[in-house]
C-alpha cells in the first residue's frame, strides 16, 4: 500500500506560480510511476504529467507542455509539480497519482490517489 499527500495549492493570479508537493509513505521503494491529475468542477478528471519509475522519462498534456515541470526525489519520496504560467482554465482539484508500472499517463492503471488539492487561478 501507498499512501499519497498533496500540498501546495492555493489561490494564485494569472501568470503567476504554484509548486505542488506529494508525499508519499508506505511501500515506497521507488517503484512507481508517479503522475499528476486534474479534475475541474462538471469536468472529467484529466492527465496533466507523469514521470517514470527512474525520474528520467516525463510526459506532459499539450495543455500544460512548456508551462508546467514533473520531477521528483527518491530519496525524499516526493514528486513535484511547478506549475508556471497559470491560466484561469488551470482551475482544478489536482491529484497525485501512482502506478505499478515504469511509465504510464493512463489514469485507470493508476493504483493509488491522493485526496487532492485545491488550485484557483483569478484572471
Known amino acids: 500500500q501507498v499512501q499519497l499527500v498533496e500540498s501546495g495549492g492555493g489561490l494564485v493570479q494569472a501568470g503567476g506560480s504554484l509548486r505542488l508537493s506529494c508525499a508519499a509513505s508506505g511501500r515506497t521503494d521507488s517503484r512507481y510511476a508517479m503522475g499528476w491529475f486534474r479534475q475541474a468542477p462538471g469536468k472529467e478528471r484529466e492527465f496533466v504529467a507523469t514521470?517514470?519509475?527512474?525520474?528520467?522519462?516525463?510526459h506532459y498534456a499539450d495543455s500544460v507542455k512548456g508551462r508546467f515541470t514533473i520531477s521528483k526525489d527518491n530519496a525524499k519520496n516526493t514528486v513535484y509539480l511547478q506549475m508556471n504560467s497559470l491560466k484561469p482554465e488551470d482551475t482544478a482539484v489536482y491529484y497525485c497519482?501512482?502506478?505499478?508500472?515504469?511509465?504510464?499517463?493512463?489514469?485507470?492503471?493508476?493504483?493509488?490517489w491522493g485526496q487532492g488539492t485545491q488550485v484557483t487561478v483569478s484572471s
Open positions: 497519482a501512482a502506478a505499478m508500472l515504469l511509465f504510464t499517463s493512463t489514469r485507470e492503471e493508476y493504483d493509488y
Open positions: 514521470i517514470s519509475r527512474s525520474g528520467g522519462v516525463t
